[in-house]
Antibody
């Protein structure tokens, strides 16, 4: 069974970087596309970007200057880094397989606050 | 970006049929997908590419539409269907989501 699990700090200070890990079991990240999506308080959802089976990436233009998605195929993990965060980056962050996402992690709530 | 517009909320009685709409600001071909999300849980894919039932999803759920107007139908509605339903398009870049429709049961 394909399973995804996000991990990372729940609290980040403004202007710092947010770093999250998505650990995948039951399926290799060298196949398919693997993405990050976030849900803001109030329900708005935003697709952030993905890393492909080959390691190529695609990002939402609204985040392009701040976002990086990388991977470690030996650990079957992929990562999100979002730089220069503000309080507006407070959200629940999900990792998912493919678009549309057929498998999702449980999500991790990240608060940006001093 | 492509804006997807959904009604904020609907209330129906168990056993009834409900249709949840999603209107796109520009054409998305058939690349519209539907998710169900319950509080504290991750989204669950229900329908992909407008009308295809995702694996393990009951046949009570169906999808229709193309271009800019899409509908998710639940028939009959069951108590467990209380949730927020999101549409997502992946035809235009970047992929975007609707604001969600909260379905409540009377």
């Amino acid at each position: 069974e394909v399973q995804l699990q996000e991990s990372g700090p729940g609290l980040v200070k403004p202007s710092q970087s947010l770093s999250l890990t998505c650990s995948v079991t039951g399926y290799s990240i060298t196949s398919n596309y693997w993405g990050w999506i976030r849900k803001f308080p109030g329900n708005k959802m935003e697709w952030m970007g993905y890393i492909s089976y080959s390691g190529s990436t695609s990002y939402n233009p609204s985040l392009k200057s701040r976002i990086s998605i990388t991977r470690d195929t030996s650990k079957n993990q992929f990562f999100l880094q979002l730089n220069s965060v503000t309080t507006e980056d407070t959200a629940t962050y999900y990792c998912a397989r493919e678009i549309p996402g057929d498998y999702w992690g449980q999500g991790v709530m990240v608060t940006v606050s001093s | 970006d492509t804006v997807l517009t959904q009604s904020p909320a609907l209330a129906v009685s168990p056993g009834e049929r409900v249709s949840i709409s999603c209107r796109a600001s520009e054409g998305v071909n058939s690349y519209m997908h539907w998710y169900q999300q319950k509080p504290g849980q991750q989204p669950k894919l229900l329908i992909y590419k407008a009308s295809n039932l995702a694996s393990g999803v009951p046949a009570r759920f169906s999808g229709s539409g193309s271009g800019t107007d899409f509908t998710l139908t639940i028939d009959p509605v069951e108590a467990d269907d209380t949730a927020t339903y999101f549409c997502q398009q992946s035809w235009n870049d970047p992929p975007t989501f609707g604001g969600g429709t909260k379905l409540e049961l009377k």
